[in-house]
């Protein structure tokens, strides 16, 4: 049970308030303890000097002259009380005068030093005593003013008892305290554990109740929700990416598998049968392999261990060898290329610069109207690839970035094309951008054109 924070939570506050318990019980029971001893030696020493003032009046009043001891004896008459007694003695510690029961100890006596307060045991009793000298008709004398300690002591016994039994009860009821305070605490913590127990991959929708979003349990609830979101998201995107793979790898495929059967079906058939079934199984099997390259590209991006060699490159060249690639294609469609650059080093992966520029020229050209035009510019490290063709609806704008996406989903298979058409050339031509440390982004799209640009970093 030990192991738990809520259990760790509360021995620690039984711990701290404990200590501040007793911390301050001490310091309440010796300040009373030595409030107690102050006014004791107060009123002590203010008999004392009562006294003194007494037995020099008596020895001022008395009209034939008379003993300083026997004038100390009469004004003692006047100081009898309960609580306080009085014995005074000569130089010689001979006793003059007492109103005490008993004899105060020879080495007290012997060993007087005016001025001074001390605690002694008499006949198993403790007394608080205070010595004085004074001078009576030219004479000195010792007075010991004593007062018993036995009411004080009873009263410091009961406090002590008092405070001995109400430390363990406070204790008690802190440990109490501070265990439901620690469980209530813990109440939304253990509520979050349960539902987030509950959260599996069917039920990524699910979230974590948020009592109070401003303090911290609730902003750790934010958290995990917001990590939920993302995951739900991750989930998601890989359950449409296996989706939708699987559907773009079933149509070659079929074909593929239907076109080996109808060359199976007869025992003879012409060459050219043959052939013709041949060069379909041919293209599907390379539409395939560019598919596979293509989800085996996005698979290491994914997984971050995609090799990449960085090296100083000409921008402009890579350019001018990637139109050059796809004018047999634009020239099938009577499309006009226009192209211009100025110089532009830059550095980074020449491989995949290439397959970046190949896959926007590529659809610029698969896109594109009969008879349209592709112009390709790069002007102050800003590269623009336009074409002429059905323009982007705005809501499709951030989504044809998307894997497997189309923004034409009607469209043919047909035709040659460099990528694999299966929607997943801008995907990886705006993962090539950001590893280079610059976004690709669809700026324009009305009036029959469409403008995609990247902006290189110096």
Known sequence: MFSSIRSKLTLWYTFVLGLVIITFSALIYFSFVSILISETDANLSEMANNFVVASNAEQGDEETQTLPSENISDALDSFRFRDYRFEVTTKDSKRVAATTEFELPTDLKTNSQPDSFGSYSINGELYRVYQRSFQVGGETFYLFAVHSLTDRLALESRLRNSVFAAVPVALLLAGLGGYILARRSFRPIRDMSVRASLITSQNLHERLPVVNE?????????????????????????????????????????????????????????????????????????????????????????????????????????????????????????????????????????????????NLLDNAVKYNNHEGSITVEIKDRLVSIANTGPEIPIYQKDKIFERFFRADAARTRGGESSTSGAGLGLSISKWIAELHGTKLELTKSEHGKNTFCILLPR
């Open 214 to 358: 401003k303090d911290e349990l609730g902003k750790l609830a934010t958290v995990f929700n917001e990590v939920l979101d993302r995951l739900d998201k991750s989930f998601e995107q890989q359950r449409r990416f296996m989706a939708d793979a699987s559907h773009e790898l079933r149509t070659p495929l079929a074909i593929v598998r239907g076109e080996s059967e109808v060359a199976l079906s007869k025992s003879t058939r012409l060459a050219t049968e043959y052939q013709e079934s041949l060069a379909i199984v041919h293209d599907e099997s390379k539409r395939l392999t560019r598919i596979v390259d293509d989800l085996f590209t996005l698979a290491r991006a994914d997984a971050g261990n995609f090799t990449i060699y960085f090296s100083e490159v000409y921008f402009d060249e890579i350019a001018a060898e990637c139109v050059r690639s796809v004018r047999t294609l634009a020239e099938k469609k009577k499309i006009q290329i226009v192209f211009s650059a100025e110089e532009t080093p830059f550095r980074g992966d020449e491989s995949l610069l290439r397959r970046l520029l190949l």
